[in-house]
């Protein structure tokens, strides 16, 4: 019976990098994934004739461009292609245009408020200050607080020099910016509504807090800080969907050597004597490894695939306890022809990247008391794009495909699980909100796709529906991701690593987590790391 080197759990975007950057380090890897698919949330599927569907995951930024080039990912097809504008529409019949052209953006900002648009040179310049304090952390592997070890030493001093090098002015209002609440911070540079609602967007989404829930400022900044062809805070759409990255990624995993068996779903972790041996299949089959990587959420991981007996009650504890609430669904949308919206100039850039329909704070937040309240929002805030106005290759000519995220939808209505009528009703708050905006729109319909929280969990396998495999607040980042003392990517089971979004930095299509862990792999068995490129400055 064949020994692998490594077996990582799960075939998502991390679990395929750390894969990856372990098999080029000249290790075995078998990759083993449940379904008959590579990608989890990062996944491309054509589920009605000629429609290609980002089904969950659908836009591209946070994917780290060192690891794109050392798995050398556009070798293998992955193309991402920039945003050209966007838009918030307004209740009154009137819309705010993003644009590309920071310029632009001020003159339109004006056309609302001109003390807003002098006040967002002010805005870009402090989030983009948090960001340069941020984004060096990303690629690090997080210090453990209470060890005596000189590299965690380190690591502290690392971050103090940092922190020190901020002013008292810098280091209060980065204090400040980690706990206040997006609205909160928004309040303190614009007056508009509409303005502050197309920047507080970012502070929600993924996330079971509402726009004026401390901690949400954090949030905003971790969509901020990627980029697009060293377009730092663009997004894009991968050319092919969101499966056009994991499609990559396993091509160069196979490149390399590694294998992937796919319908191969874990039943639990094979642990001897205290030390992960392998994993056993839903099947019965053993297959055995010198260590496993789980890229599943620390409490799949941990609560189903771990027996109890196995790990510390303090451990566990604070597994149950890590906050891991979905928030969110998906509502994918096949058209017949592209959508008309009368609020906006014919051919306008702005139908080239996301538009949404909140238009106020309040209406956010009134969208987050239904969440509370333990049902989908009546009237939900959504991210829309319509990815075939860049990319034809996921639509016939002349048909368009048009993907929704949705906020706000609980993982349980008013305490029980969805059921299908849940679920229409779901979509129907969707459409009918696009609908309000496009006359006509429902009659381009051929066909959709509709995911709530639970078919979310059943399918990729995200605890609750949570996209960031558990939220990103404050007490919840750096040395405390997932868990105290478990933040650097080991468990308290030796030979069990793990590589995915509940491990620091988080969540979102970046890739971090799981080469993160790959060089504590590697620091582990005394294999080299030359590999792999160290992190790079790109504010």
Known sequence: MKTWDAIVIGGGHNGLVNACYLQRAGLDVLVVEK??????????????PGFLYSNCSYVCSLFRPEIMRDLELPRFGLQVISYEGGAVFTRDGDYLANYRDHDAHRREFARFSKRDAEAYDRYSRDVTRQCRFIQPLLMRTAPDPTSLKPRDLGELLYLGK????????????????????????????????????????????????GPMSPGTAYVLLHHY???????????????GGMGAVTKALAASFKASGGSIRTGAAVDRVLIRNGKAKGVVLAGGEEVYGKLVVSNADVKRTFLKLVEEKELPDIFLRRVRNFKIRGSSGKVNIALDSLPEFPALPK??????????????????????????????????????????????????????????????????????????????????????????????????????????????????????????????????????????????????????????????????????PGRNAAAEILRDLAKPTLHMSPAHDVI
Not at 374 to 400: E, N, Q, Y
């Open 35 to 48: 379904n008959d698919w590579v990608g989890g949330a990062a996944t491309s599927r054509e589920l009605t």
């Open 162 to 209: 940092k922190f020190a090098g901020l002013s008292a002015e810098e280091m209060a209002l980065t204090l400040r910016f980690w706990t206040m609440s997006i609205s909160d911070f928004l309040d303190e540079y614009f007056e508009t509504d509409v303005i502050k609602a197309n920047f507080a967007l970012s502070g929600i989404i993924g996330t079971a807090l």
């Open 225 to 239: 800080m990627g980029e697009v062809d060293g377009s730092v805070g663009a997004w894009g759409y991968a050319r």
């Open 347 to 512: 051919d306008s850039p702005v139908y080239r990247a996301d538009m949404h329909f909140t238009d106020s704070i309040e209406r956010m937040e009134r969208a987050y008391d239904d969440w509370k309240a333990g049902r989908w929002s009546a009237d939900p805030f959504l991210d829309m794009v319509i990815p075939t106005t860049l990319d034809p290759t996921m639509a016939p000519p002349g048909k368009h495909f048009m993907s929704c995220f949705v906020q706000y939808a609980p993982p349980k209505i008013d305490g029980r699980d969805w059921t299908d009528a849940d679920r229409d009703g779901f979509a129907e708050s969707v459409i009918a909100q696009i609908a309000e905006y496009s006359p006509g729109f429902r009659d381009r319909i051929v066909h959709m796709e509709v995911r709530t929280p639970r078919e979310i969990e059943a399918e990729v396998g995200l605890t609750e529906g949570n996209i960031f495999q558990g939220e990103l607040t404050f007490d919840q980042l750096l040395f405390n991701r997932p868990v105290p003392g478990y933040a650097q990517y080991r468990s308290p089971v030796g030979g069990l690593y793990m590589c995915g979004s509940s491990t620091h930095p988080g969540g979102g299509v970046m890739g971090a």
